[in-house]
């Protein structure tokens, strides 16, 4: 029983992880219309950045905790920087030139990290307030992944008081739902897109710092991460928050059980729920009809 | 209600065969014939140009023929690759080889493009990369069977052993397959795909089962980028999961964009373009992702239709000059 519950608090430490980064490709994409394939690259430049930021401290004992509050920043302000100058050139094409533009970006920030970091594999060390691990309801758990854990609902709960409870907020959903009619009544859309897509990048850049202590860092770990992007979106509803977070669980929950049950086919379990969801519930948890 | 995508990516595709056709076929047999007295390396550049033209060309017929964007051909090419290989390494027999490497991809282009047309375009894309990811993490991580990173070495066969030989019929293999997508594109099928290219909705209102259709271009495009796998396996000699890399299924995507997808024989322009410019850029640096990144980046903001569409554009500006001056010709007269 001990087992099972450490599973599941793994589990959802990753589904947090994972929520932190979807959660930023959904809202991308219900503002903008416009789905960054480029997001796991931002991930990964958050990922790096961090790794940058420990460096340049050295030993110093805080240098993650400015990692965590610079290094999203630095992501988010490059992400901004990329809508502006690019990005918004292209929102009246056709889909698949969209596709194909965020799908450069990709090319870009890969080969930019791979020449920048080279392709020596790193991690950074964990802040030593996590160094032991905690007694949690009865299991001695990582502290690291229970801070995981707690922040990645304090974001989600952000998120939900920010986008339901403030006027911002509720241009956000405004925009999902009808650009122009926003647009028209006022509401200064290029910088609103501007503004979303560097919340989303943001999102991106928390999710590559808090996963620099757990996992070594490569150039190509941007593909893996979107890819889990794009089934938590499928499962949860393309352009849903509330779906991300119920996927990114789910997702969560079928990595750590099948990790620790049949690691053989661990993989394609993901895979193989998004098949099903497509068979039984095309649109997702929460997705609209119309795609 | 769907929302109607009016794109303008789904113009009317071009297919002079005569013009281009036999400039190509020309070029494609004039130059190892001339480069024959070089060394062999420029004959197997020449190679590797044809086995992508193919890949090209079949991945342009879901592409630029029904406006279905793929981001994971490699697995189709990829799986093309290892089942040739192996079944090379078994049997020794190269038709047998070709033919289950295009098979199997064929295959699996059935089980995962019934799961990639289920809904949308925008599904579609991103649906064939994860698809695709998971065949390159299978590859990778099944040492048993695919040697995982070490790769395979592909048997050497016999009767191709001089490049120049092997060259030809990769050339045959190569312009049979194009002719049969050249046929496929100007049957009635060919039709409907251009048709829901430029509208699905009216497509569908007319009663045609676009989902269907869509999957049988895919398993097409699958067989044949397969096929182009399945002999690129004895070509290249080793074999390693590179070659189902996400890398892998950008090489089309690159060439088409680069030739431009709107004409029948954009691919094969592009890979020529594409071939010979990495051949160039990787003399000089590692980094071609990052060049061929920022040319596609160009490409797309500045002219989406590629080199076929500046070819036009000029084209047509010459046209309209010569019009120009000939009404002023007709004025001053």
């Not at chain 1, 094409?93 to 965020?102: E, G, H, I, P």
Request: some cysteine.
């Amino acid at each position: 029983m001990e087992d099972q519950f450490l599973i599941l608090l793994n589990g959802l430490s990753f589904a947090m992880l994972l929520f932190l980064v979807s959660v930023g490709f959904t809202l991308q994409f219900s503002v903008l219309g416009v789905l960054n394939l480029a997001h796991g690259s931002f991930y990964m430049l958050g990922v790096f950045l961090a790794i940058t930021v420990a460096m340049f401290m050295g030993n110093y004992a805080g240098n993650f905790w400015i990692g965590l509050l610079l290094a999203p920043l630095l992501v988010a302000a490059f992400g901004a920087f990329l809508e502006w100058s690019l990005l918004r050139r292209i929102y009246i094409r056709d889909v698949l030139f969209q596709y194909l533009f965020t799908y450069t970006w990709i090319l870009i920030i890969d080969d930019l990290v791979l020449m920048i970091w080279g392709a020596r594999y790193s991690i950074i060390s964990l802040p030593p307030i996590f160094s032991a691990p905690v007694n949690f309801l009865g299991v001695t758990f990582s502290s690291y992944r229970l801070f995981i854990i707690l922040l990645g609902l304090l974001v989600a709960g952000l998120l939900w008081f920010f986008l339901q409870k403030t006027k911002a907020g509720m241009i956000v959903r405004a925009a999902s739902v009808n650009r122009e009619m926003v647009g028209a009544l006022g509401v200064n859309t290029p910088l609103l897109f501007t503004a979303v897509f560097a919340l989303g990048a943001w999102l991106a850049g928390v999710g590559g710092v808090l996963v620099a202590p757990l996992q070594t860092a490569y150039a190509g770990m941007g593909l893996d991460i979107i890819v889990d992007c794009f089934i938590v979106v499928v499962i949860g509803g393309m352009g849903s928050i509330k779906g991300a977070f119920w996927a990114a669980l789910t997702l969560g929950m079928l990595r750590a059980f099948g990790i620790a049950y049949v690691p053989q086919v661990e993989m394609a379990l993901s895979y193989l729920l998004m098949a099903v969801i497509l068979i039984i519930r095309p649109r997702g948890f929460f997705g609209r009809e119309e795609a | 209600m769907k929302k109607a995508i009016h794109s303008p990516a789904c113009g009317e595709v071009k297919d002079s065969l005569y013009s281009w056709g036999f400039v190509i076929a020309v070029t494609t047999v004039a130059i190892p014939l001339i480069f024959s007295q070089f060394p062999p390396y420029y004959i197997k550049l020449a190679s590797s140009i044809m086995i992508m033209i193919l890949y090209g060309v079949s991945f342009n017929l879901l592409y630029g023929y029904t406006g279905y964007l793929s981001f994971g051909q490699a697995a189709y090419f990829g799986s093309g690759v290892y089942v040739s290989a192996l079944i090379l390494r078994s049997t020794s027999s190269l038709p047998l080889a070709l033919l289950g490497g295009s098979i199997a991809p064929a295959l699996l282009a059935i089980v995962f493009g019934y799961f990639c047309v289920k809904r949308s375009k925008l599904y579609f894309a991103m649906l064939t990369l994860a698809f695709a990811q998971l065949i390159y993490t299978l590859i990778f991580k099944w040492r048993s069977l695919t040697g995982g990173d070490d790769g395979i070495v592909v048997p050497r066969i016999p009767y191709l052993h001089n490049p120049l030989t092997f060259y030809f019929f990769i050339l045959a293999l190569v312009l049979v397959s194009v002719f049969i997508h050249w046929v496929i594109v100007h049957s009635p099928f060919g039709h409907m795909l251009k048709s829901i290219c430029q509208n699905q909705e009216r497509t569908e209102f007319i009663g045609v089962p676009v989902e269907k259709q869509v999957l049988v271009a895919f398993i097409i495009a699958g067989f044949f980028g397969g096929l182009a796998g399945a002999i690129y396996a004895p070509f290249i000699g080793v074999i390693s999961p590179k070659l189902v890399h996400w890398t892998m299924s950008l090489t089309p995507v690159i060439m088409v964009v680069f030739g431009g997808a709107k004409h029948f024989w954009g691919p094969a322009i592009g890979a020529i373009v594409y071939i010979v410019l990495k051949d160039i850029i990787t003399l000089y640096t590692d980094n071609w992702l990052l060049v061929f990144g920022l040319m596609l980046l160009i490409i797309v903001l500045i002219s989406p239709r590629g080199v076929m569409g500046v070819l036009e554009n000029i084209g047509t500006y010459i046209k309209k000059n010569i019009t120009k001056a000939n009404l002023m010709k007709e004025r001053i007269n």
